[in-house]
Structure formats: C-alpha cells, structure tokens
DNA sequence: TTGTACGCGTTATCAG
DNA sequence: CTGATAACGCGTACAA
C-alpha cells in the first residue's frame, strides 16, 4: 500500500508517456488518446494514484478550500445555525473536492480571517452572519478575495444568501392578524445585525396593510436578556394580545417571565417567535414560529461562491424560501378572541 | 497596496541579496548576519510580505493545516460540546500559525475524512469522539496520519484526551450517596460510545465502594428517545430514589415524563445528569450535574496533535478535569431524607 | 495526439 | 556568513 508516494511522474514512467498526457487524461483538458486515456485511468485507479492537492494548487494558484468564518463567542441559542450552516457548506464544498477551513470571527476580531487571506490558504470565504459596521466583509473587499455572505447587506457589491425574512414576517404577522389578533409587541434584538430591520420592516409593513393604528405595534428595541422582565412588565400594562420575539433567546426569556406571572399561553397572552429553534418546539405549548433551512443556506452559499471562483456571474441577491409554523402559543377559540 | 504579489524573490532582489538568505532571516534557520537580517525583517514588515503557504508546504511536505471531524448528524442537545472543541481547536491552531480545516464524519461515513488524508491536505486530525468500531481511527492508523482522539480508546496506540468521566461519575454517585441516597437507576445510552463504559463504570464503583446492595443500582442499557417513557414508568415501580441520567437528551426527556406524571423533582424523585448543559441549568429545579471544559479539551487536543507532527513525544492519554455540580434536582431535606 | 521545458514560491543541499 | 541550484509535484504554452 506505498500509494503515499506515488506521483503523477511514476505513473508516466510506468506507462511511457509523458507527465503532461497523464496531467491531460486526469484533467479531461486537451485531447488525449482515447485507448492511452483508458490506460492511464486504470493505472491510476489500480494503484490508487492521488494528484497532490498541494502541488496541484502552487502550479495553479489555488488552494482548492473556501473558508467559512463562525462566530467566536457563545451565543448558544444560536448555535444549530451555524453548525447547520457548516454542515451545508461542507457537503457543496466536498461535492466539489473542496475542502472547508474555518475561521473563528466575531464582530472586531478579524485576526484568524486575516491569516487565512494573508496565507492564501482559501480560494474565496463564506460569511455565515452580516454586520452593520461590518469588519470581515470590508477586509475581503478590499483584498479582493472572492466572498459570498449569508444574511443581508446594505453595501452594493457584496453577494448575499439570505432567506426572505422580511416577507416572512410579513407573513407570519399578517396571518396573526387575519385570527383576530389586533394588539402587539414586537421585541427587538441587537441592532447591529442587518437581518433585525428585515424583520421590523415586515412587522410594520404587515401591520401598515392591514390597516391597524400604528400604536398597536409597540416595538421595543435593543432587548437583551436582562431588560426583557422589565420590558414584558411594561407589555403587561398594555392591551397587547400577542408578544412577537425576534429571538429564541428573547423568546425563551419571555417564556420564563410569563410562566412567573403566572399567565398561561395562549389563553391570557399569545407568543410568536421570528425564529425557530428545537428549543421553542420542545416546549409546552408549541411555540408559533418561522422556520428557516439553515443547511440550505449553506449549500446555496458555497455553491454561489465555487462558482464565483470558477468565474461565472452569480446575482448579487440570492433569498430562500421559509415556512410559517402556526402552533398552539397563538391559538385564539373560537367566539372569543377573534373578531371578525 | 500590491502586496498580493511580492514574493521573496522581490524582497531578494530588492535587497541584494539571495532567496536563501531571506528564507532564513525569517525562519532563523541556519546563521545570517545581524544586520542582514534586521534589514530584511525590515523590508519584510515595511512591505508587508507574507511567505506563500501553499509554496512553503510543497517545498516542506506540509500544509499547515490540522483536520477536525465533527458528526454529521443532528445530535443536536450535543452541538455545543462540539463547538466548544472547535473553537479550542482553533485557538490552538492559530496560536501556532495553523488552520483547521472540518470534516463531517459520522460513524460509517467517512468519505470526506478520506479526501482530506488522500489529498494531503492536513498534517493531522483531532477526532471529536471515539467509537467502539472505529472506522476513522482505523484509517488514520492504516494511512499512518498523526491523530489524536477525543475521548477514550480501548485500540492501543491511540493519543487519547478526555475528561475523567469514570472518576467523575464516581464522584457525583459517591456523594448522592452521602446525601442519604441509596436507590438509584441509571439510564445509559448508545453503547457504541466509550463513554458509555467509563461512566458506567464509575458508577458502579461508587454503589461497590458504598457498599450498597447490587440491586440497589438499577441499570437501564441503550435508552433512546422512544424508549425512556417506558423506562421511566419501570423505574416508578420500584423504590427508586433517584434517576441518573448519561445524557442531556434523555434526561430531558426524563424531566418531560415526570412532569406529566406529576411527580416533583426533588421531592418525589431526585434527578442528576452525567453531563452538563445550558438546557439543564436553565430548568427549574436546576439539576446536579457533571460540568467538563469542552474548550479546553479541544485546546489540549490541538496543541498534543501539533507536537506530535513536529516529532514530539506525547502521553498516550491525558484526562482533564471536571467539575461536580450539586444543584436543586438532588436537593434532600433534612430529617427527611437524609438517612445517616 | 503527444512530448519538452519551464513556471509556481519555498526550503534544503552543498559549495564558496 | 552567504549564494547558486536543485528539489517539491503539477499544469501548460509551445513545439513536434
């Protein structure tokens, strides 16, 4: 089993040709003899020859991985995404004799994706989230390194791959409403990622064509785990019906707080959550949610981005589809709770 | 800003000097005159040159690269663990001037880690967990790549880091124990994992040691999600005091089953996991449980593996630390429970 | 259709 | 202490 040492010159000697018609028969590039391709590929095959990777990429300039970069700190909730979105990342790239180099990146430590250019271990990288100031994607541009990002951006020129959040929550909103709910709350996450205005955007477009005042959308920004108590005490002296959360985390937190006031779901307030996750569902009641294919955001990005790298035109703007999971945290009976 | 193209040629030339006096200015191999070197230096940094990793690593038969394999499938209450070991990982690797790059492995499923070792694209591989057919073990072996495993092997020969779950199980049993408990049922899960033996084994070491009478640990081999329901209403039936579980997935599912029989977690039925996880601090009560540094796990496995690929001898098993986390699931009243 | 010769950017060898 | 020169393994104009 020496095939560690096997290269495309002892295939060439072996079979007196040339490297050159070796190289040929592999790469199907340039026409080659159809019965010494034949022979070639069985010699190869036999003795299980692998063209060195390395080599192949100096002569090349290519390095034959993508980089994907992945938060560095635990935001844990979040964490099935972007495992998910690893998982779809790897199964294109592998798809492609790609392999996938991971590169730990928060929102201003960019130290291990400058390495990664610098080194030129990548032929291009995936962002797996979007920032409003955001670092990697100006560094990218700027080193002309080919990128796709996962999420939105305002900045022209970056290619995007996000599922349509904003009409999602359109939807989900609007089909919240046509049940008769009226009353809401909308809490808000960090504002610094791009995807939190989609969603405020289709909340208020779905309440605005519905035509419901606009003091019936409360939207609360910038909740974190430590204000939502409060934020929920405040809801609580409103006339709001159903508290929307943009977050599982949030989502989770509002929960909790409920279940303390000890105000059942949906019978005394309704819960609906812009995101899913395992943990929503596993809960009693089943929480109303969007549910997104994490993996398919990644296989759509490392696809876009290989092509980019072979060269080919990719829009700019790519959005994925999504499903409304209507459960029982928004359920309104009959005769009671809806109005129309 | 060309510095996407100067190579050490350029800096040679520009300096009067040759390739191979730059070369060892920056490795410091070999003897080059002080001033030489403070000059290319430099140049090196004034220009920001950065050495072509891929012409570095066909000239030295080395990549700079370490693989990871994490599972690829959905174990999803287990996610967090595996990212933990990723990001320790990484830290290591970078610290060292390496990258990482992932390969999603399942049991049977090893194509991707093949193309990584038959491309040559990693110097080594840290294995996340360890099986007791283990397929990619068996490779690495065959193929001769350094690797170290997370986890524990009976196979000899295999670099080994874990955490000392044997111990650590003896000592959360132990002192359940202490607390006056002395019924317990253990409910494990996948045999095919080591891990399953060695908290298994800590466990009945405990009740050995205490010397509690053998039916007094009751043990539940290969619970799954179906059948822990069943399980759980076998265990009722007997005097059981409380329930341990190996696993965060079936101890949830536990809590779920009690929770619908009415029965209060600690009062009715006392509840301890041999892992740690958010979810089950989270839940109210809190449950007793064991907690291990995932981080630091990958961390120790990163740094093993790169002193092995640079000829470095290293223990064949290294057992980190845990810690014992006595919580409300396992709390026993006083005069009540506690029976010494 | 096939082969020759050179380039890719470094490190390693062996002289000087 | 320093410098030619040969690997490293593969792709590819250019030539035959």
């Known amino acids: 089993m020496e095939n560690r040492k096997i290269t495309i010159d002892d295939v060439a000697t072996a079979l007196n040709v040339s490297k050159t018609t070796v190289s040929r028969a592999i790469s199907g590039k340039g026409r080659v003899g159809a019965e010494t391709k034949a022979r070639i590929l069985e010699y190869i095959s036999e003795h299980n020859y692998v063209p060195n990777a390395i080599a192949k990429?100096?002569?090349?300039?290519?390095?034959?991985?993508?980089?994907?970069?992945?938060?560095?700190?635990?935001?844990?909730?979040?964490?099935?995404?972007?495992?998910?979105?690893?998982?779809?990342?790897?199964?294109?790239?592998?798809?492609?004799?790609?392999?996938?180099?991971?590169?730990?990146?928060?929102?201003?430590?960019?130290?291990?994706?400058?390495?990664?250019?610098?080194?030129?271990?990548?032929?291009?990288?995936?962002?797996?989230?979007?920032?409003?100031?955001?670092?990697?994607?100006?560094?990218?541009?700027?080193?002309?390194?080919?990128?796709?990002?996962?999420?939105?951006?305002?900045?022209?020129?970056?290619?995007?791959?996000?599922?349509?959040?904003?009409?999602?929550?359109?939807?989900?909103?609007?089909?919240?409403?046509?049940?008769?709910?009226?009353?809401?709350?909308?809490?808000?996450?960090?504002?610094?990622?791009?995807?939190?205005?989609?969603?405020?955007?289709?909340?208020?477009?779905?309440?605005?064509?519905?035509?419901?005042?606009?003091?019936?959308?409360l939207i609360f920004d910038n909740c974190n785990e430590d204000s939502v108590d409060y934020i929920v005490d405040r809801t609580l002296k409103t006339d709001v019906e159903c508290i929307l959360c943009m977050d599982d985390s949030i989502c989770v937190k509002v929960l909790d707080k409920l279940k303390r006031n000890n105000l059942e779901v949906p019978d005394d307030i309704k819960v609906a959550s812009f995101y899913n996750s395992s943990v929503l569902e596993r809960n009693i009641p089943s929480i109303t949610s969007l549910s997104f294919d994490a993996k398919e955001l990644g296989k759509t990005a490392a696809n876009t981005l290989l092509k980019m790298i072979s060269g080919e035109n990719v829009p700019e703007r790519t959005l994925l589809g999504y499903e409304v999971m209507m459960r029982e945290s928004t359920r309104t009976i009959l005769g009671k709770d809806v109005r129309r």
Chains 1, 2 share one sequence.
């Open 57 to 217: 990429g100096l002569a090349q300039q290519r390095t034959y991985n993508i980089g994907i970069t992945v938060p560095d700190d635990f935001a844990l909730m979040d964490l099935p995404f972007f495992q998910k979105c690893l998982m779809g990342v790897c199964d294109s790239a592998s798809a492609a004799d790609y392999d996938v180099l991971v590169s730990m990146t928060g929102t201003d430590n960019i130290e291990q994706l400058e390495r990664l250019i610098y080194n030129r271990k990548v032929d291009g990288i995936v962002l797996t989230r979007t920032f409003t100031k955001d670092l990697p994607a100006e560094l990218l541009l700027e080193k002309k390194v080919p990128f796709v990002a996962i999420g939105s951006s305002r900045q022209p020129g970056i290619i995007q791959i996000d599922n349509d959040h904003e009409k999602a929550c359109f939807d989900l909103t609007t089909r919240l409403i046509t049940q008769g709910i009226k009353r809401f709350a909308l809490l808000c996450d960090n504002p610094a990622y791009m995807v939190t205005k989609s969603r405020m955007q289709g909340f208020t477009s779905a309440m605005e064509e519905a035509k419901l005042p606009e003091d019936y959308g």
